[in-house]
């Protein structure tokens, strides 16, 4: 199968899901009018405290940015947006906002072995948003590695070990 097709059929899943989660909902609240106001922004989310079952990681566990790259296209892209920041295709259809993986501030904070759990077991692994799809069984550890990589050159301010 080839990197388009693989692209497509993910942005096809992802778009079905999340109209699927925008149509489910408390049937007893009454429909959004016209003139409701403007939702507040949502706020960035915290950084995450290290794993305690994990050793903290000051670095790119060895991770290929290149490589990386494809793997994000494929795989993240449609909900993080190709700079990562949050505004993918598919974000505007998820309950929750996608992270910022451009907003160095927060993304700095967060270790590898952190990424590396929520990339590989999804969002609800570390108490986030049952959204972030579970990649483990999709990418290897090391692909996984490259996409932390990636993540990480994307970061404004830059990150550094």
Known sequence: MSAIERISRFLLLAS???????????????????????PAPIPTPEPAKPLPDQPATSQPQGGNVEAGLADYQIY????????GAGDGPVAPTLP????????????????DAYLFKVIAEGGRAVGKSEMMAPWGGSLTDDQIRNVIAFIRSLADPPYSP
């Open 96 to 111: 929750v906002q996608p992270a910022k993986h451009s907003d160095g501030v927060y993304m700095n904070a967060l270790d």
């Open 16 to 38: 079905t899901v999340g109209l699927i989660a925008a149509g489910c909902g408390d049937s007893s609240e009454p429909p959004a009018t016209p003139s409701s106001p403007t």
């Open 76 to 83: 993240c892209a449609s909900c993080h947006g190709q700079t």
